[in-house]
Structures are given as C-alpha cells and as structure tokens.
C-alpha cells in the first residue's frame, strides 16, 4: 500500500485530473479564448519567453498545466527510489505535482519539500489540495517569483529538483540550486523540448549531468560526481 493508491490521496488526484481532462472548466473565458486563438509558434513563443513569462502565467491562473498522470507517477517512483528527503519544485500551479512528490516523502518516512508559484490564487488551491491529501505538513509553499524565492533557506541536500513552471527560466532555477544536489540527484524537467537551450545544457559533454529525454515530454538527468 503506498500514499497515492490509497485514501485519500488517490480519490483527490482522480478528481483533479478528471477536472484537468474535462477541457480546463476552471479557466477563465479570457484565457481560454486568448491560448485557443494563438498559432503554435506564439504558443511556443510565449512558452520560451524570459521577458512575458509573468504576463502569460498570470493570464493562465485557472488553467491547470498539469503533470500527466504517468508524469505524476514517474515522480513519485523517482522520488522512492532516490530516498529522497529534501526536493525542490519549481512550478507548483494546482498541486499534482506536488501531492506525488509529497506522498514519495511521506512514504520514505518525511521531509521537506519546497514548491514555488508565482500566482497567488494557484498557490491557494495547491494549499487546499495538499491539505486535503493530509500532506501539509510535508511542504513548503513559496509565493512569488521563482527567481526570488529559491535564493534563500534551502536544504543543504538537495536530492531531486522537478523543474516545471517557465520553461525558458528553467538554466536559471537549475543555477539557484545546483550547488545543493547532492551526486546522484535527480532533476526531471517537464515539457524541455520548448527550450532546447536547457536540453542542450544538460546533455553537453563535461555538464557534470547525465540526461536523457524520457517518454514524450520529461528531460530526466542525474548529477554525476
């Protein structure tokens, strides 16, 4: 028996996924109409932005962007199979993420994990769901901007970093928290592919990682040494 496949873990996460499936109904008429009405390449053009990533988040506030169920387990998997106590997330939005990253250390026997959102009304939510999973006593939720909530009081050790909120701000976070992964931590970056300078950072001879695309959409890289 493990957190997510149990109550009331695994009845929250079905709920919030069938929410996320049934087209977003949480968001917005605005923000649903303005991504629908984008091209592909605005799409991917907002969503590589190191200049209107705070606009376009802040327009997103009710869409989800969530993990994929597969992601989610991948997660949780890796955080088990790392004995991880210490993870940072970068990009907290609705909490999925979170509530499989949580349950990993719960099941590992605790620790601390610190989440950064830069809206506020995402930030509630993602509390609500964490509280509701019985999990809040395991996270640490840091409101704002990502590039300024994780300069300061983080873990000596860190042993796995999920990179998911702005993509093109992704070698950034990595810089705020390389020095504290320990060797053999793991960094899973979703949906990198939108910015290949990341991708092309991690995979680079000499970058001190291992890395490899896994599945459709995770950059999955380990710290070596």
Do not use: Q
Request: aromatic letters at 8%.
């Amino acid at each position: 028996m493990t957190t997510i496949t149990t109550s009331p873990v695994a009845p929250l996460l079905d709920r919030l996924f069938a929410r996320d499936e049934a087209e977003h109904p949480g968001a917005t008429p605005s923000a649903a109409a303005y991504w629908s009405s984008l091209s592909r390449a605005d799409r991917d053009g907002l969503m590589r932005s190191r200049t209107d990533y705070a606009a376009f988040y802040a327009l997103m506030k009710d869409v989800p962007l969530a993990v994929s169920r597969e992601t989610g387990r991948l997660l949780y998997m890796l955080a088990r199979a790392a004995h991880a106590r210490s993870i940072i997330e970068f990009g907290t939005s609705f909490g999925l993420s979170t509530l499989y990253l949580a349950s990993a250390l719960r099941d590992n026997g605790g620790g601390r994990l610190i989440t950064s959102e830069f809206e506020p009304s995402k930030v509630a939510r993602a509390k609500a769901n964490i509280a509701a999973g019985g999990l809040s006593d395991l996270v640490e939720f840091r409101e704002g901007d990502a590039l300024e909530t994780l300069t300061r009081d983080l873990p000596d050790e860190v042993d796995l970093l999920l990179l998911d909120g702005a993509k093109a701000l992704y070698p950034d976070i990595l810089d705020l928290v390389e020095d504290r992964l320990r060797p053999g931590a793991l960094i899973v970056a979703d949906n990198a592919d939108f910015f290949p300078p990341y991708v092309e950072r991690m995979r680079a001879a000499g970058s001190g990682y291992l890395s490899l695309g896994f599945g459709a959409d995770v950059e999955l890289s380990a710290r070596l040494g």
